[in-house]
């Protein structure tokens, strides 16, 4: 059938999954005067425990939409993120949250959620858990497991690197499995990790093909992140094996120990899609362009795109054009980000006398840095400058 557009009738959004792609969208066409309906699998809204890294890109987003004072309040800003080889000395360090660098904040997941939740729910989103997507089609229904198909002027994929979205309108061009991962976890914070001047830093520790990722995003809370090869079997168990990450790491053994047994693996991967869309149905977020966290900013594509994609289909009469437009305007930056983190991880194999050699010298490159800080410092469509 076609959109229901036409006649001035209140303009109508079918939207798969609530996570930071899906809600983002949401709120901004609601904020635009659309009525939105999202479908989530899940039976219910809870992420699971870990932190996430938000740059100022994605931060400016969180502003438009009126999500930035939740979302950021009690969140950690660290003076540095460094890099450090397997002696740990520091190969690289990146300045933020200083006058003229990129604003970077950490905070739990569950706090980001709920305060684009909160921001749908403030501006009349309609939000059903259970309602799982099984495809779409691109003259704008959304198809639910249950068999009803749901009519709108837009519908939206945002169902993350499985999309069915997305794969029912035969939109991947690639999907590709870099053999690499991560166990994310949440601990308390507490003195003795590392050494007292570096407690408030963001810190990547490298051992051979092995990472751990130490980032306050709390006040109280430390998320971990250990990294390693989808082949490491021994590394990538969880409960983690403390003996085997200590000997890795012994610099860090007093941060092993602590770690808990909670802990959820996922594998590094690049989408690329054909087109972003077809016809009235829109991808975004991971089911479009995900890619690997080095530079932390999967899910700051997934506002910049969803805030994108609001903008611009807000008023406009010709939907297909106005996602066309939408996908020219902001795919060639989330490409450049795609590109640009995956490059981080072309040194996970390498010796670690070589990779402390290399880095310490692209450590200090300017250009090589403005290259990686170009999506944080970017103004994403529809947002404004200052954060
Ligand atoms: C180890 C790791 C660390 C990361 N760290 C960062 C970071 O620090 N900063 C950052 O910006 N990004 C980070 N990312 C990337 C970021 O998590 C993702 O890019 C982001 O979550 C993508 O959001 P999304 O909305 O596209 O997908 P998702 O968050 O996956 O959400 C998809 C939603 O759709 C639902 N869903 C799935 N299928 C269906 C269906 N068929 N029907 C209905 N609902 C469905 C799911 O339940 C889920 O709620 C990291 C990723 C990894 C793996």
Redesign the pocket.
Known sequence: MAGLNGGGAQRRAEI?????????VAAALAQRGWRVTV????AD?R?FG??????SN?LRVLKALGAYDEATAGAHAGPLFETRDHENRVMEEIPINRPGSARLI?IL?ETLTRSLIDICRANGVEIRTS????GATPEGELLL?DGKRQAADLVVG????????RDSLDLLLYRKHLGY??V?MLIDRVDGDVAEADKDKYIEHFSGSRRILYTPASARHLYI?L?CTSDDEAALRVPSDRALWSEAFPHLSHLVGRFGNAGRW???EVVKLKRWSSGAAAV?????H????YL????????MNGLGLAVAVADADDIPAALDAWEARERPLTEHTQEQSERQGDMNLWPDALRSQVLTITGRSRELAMLRLRTAMHVPTGAVEAV
């Open positions: 798969a999954g609530a996570g930071i792609g899906g809600l983002t479908h989530e699998r899940a809204l992420t870990a932190g996430i890294y938000i740059w994605g950490t997941r309602s799982e997507v099984v497991a945002a169902d993350g690197i499985n999309s069915a979205v991962g991560a994310r992140a990294c996922d594998a590094f975004l977020g991971d089911g479009a995900a890619m690997p966290p932390g900013q999967g899910g700051g594509c997934a506002l």
